[in-house]
């Protein structure tokens, strides 16, 4: 992915919008990298107030911190204008959307986007992901309420109704954990399924241990984690939003790239 081809215009102001920021991880990454000399001025917004004080700690040029706003994507109605963001972006975020709440939160960052040239980033893991498949695995086995796991292809065939244009690329990814490291293959699971219960009771769980052990080769536990990167603009961009977009990604092969 070209980052900088989302800001082309050297010395611009742009709108940017991060949708379940969390810590700023992402944006702390990728501020280092960036060439652009423009304004970005950054929106951002997620469910807990900690996440919000720290990814604003960590915002440095080229972002300009401007509004954070604790709330989640189902309830930005009121926040988001229409029409006024260049680029937003949800780096695995929107897996934790209710599932009825999809298609009115999708349609509402859709329209936040400028008509002719706002995108969209969006990472999610594939359905067939360790990170998408682990979450049955480990609810049926324990009394809590599960967490909602949205799949890439379930925001696709969303997307699709809205008439959104999406160009996809897939990005193969591997977790290789030892058997021996206990503690890390719990703060793995921990994070994949958002959920504090310490491993020796997960351990128990025999379905759970049988799942695991599918992953299993040898000493080490390989979870294959394919994602999709969904770029995406809204109808009114027409053909040159789809160009637009083919643009920005980089080593296009065609078994990775899909539209």
Request: proline content about 7%; charged content about 15%; glycine content about 6%.
């Amino acid at each position: 992915m070209n980052w900088d081809s989302l800001f082309p215009e050297h010395g611009a102001d742009y709108q940017v919008l991060d949708i379940g920021c969390g810590p700023g991880r992402f944006p702390r990454m990728l501020q280092a990298r960036l060439q652009t000399t423009g304004l970005l001025h950054y929106d951002y917004l997620d469910s807990s107030h900690y996440c919000l004080s720290i990814c604003g700690q960590s915002l440095h040029q080229p972002f300009f911190p401007r509004n954070a706003w604790q709330t989640t994507l189902e309830h930005a109605e009121e926040i988001l204008i229409p029409g006024s963001y260049d680029v937003a972006w949800a780096i695995q975020s929107l897996s934790c959307l209710n599932p009825h709440a999809l298609h009115a939160s999708l349609a509402r960052l859709i329209g936040a986007l400028h008509p002719l040239r706002g995108t969209a980033c969006i990472v999610l893991p594939k359905h067939e992901a360790f990170f998408s498949q682990v979450h049955p695995a480990f609810f049926q086995g324990c009394s809590l309420s599960p967490v909602p796991c949205l799949s890439a292809e379930a925001v696709v065939a969303a997307l699709g109704t809205l008439g959104t244009i999406t160009v996809i690329r897939e990005i193969s990814c591997t977790h290789t954990i030892s058997i021996r490291h206990d503690r890390l293959l719990e703060q793995y699971l921990q994070q994949c399924v958002m959920d504090s219960t310490p491993l020796p009771t997960w351990m128990q769980q025999p379905r759970l241990r049988q799942f695991l052990e599918s992953y299993r080769h040898g000493d080490t536990y390989h979870f294959n984690n394919p994602y999709w990167l969904l770029l995406c603009t809204p109808a009114s961009a027409g053909t040159g939003g789809r160009l637009r977009l083919q643009s920005y990604i980089k080593s296009v092969t065609s078994h990775k790239l899909a539209s």
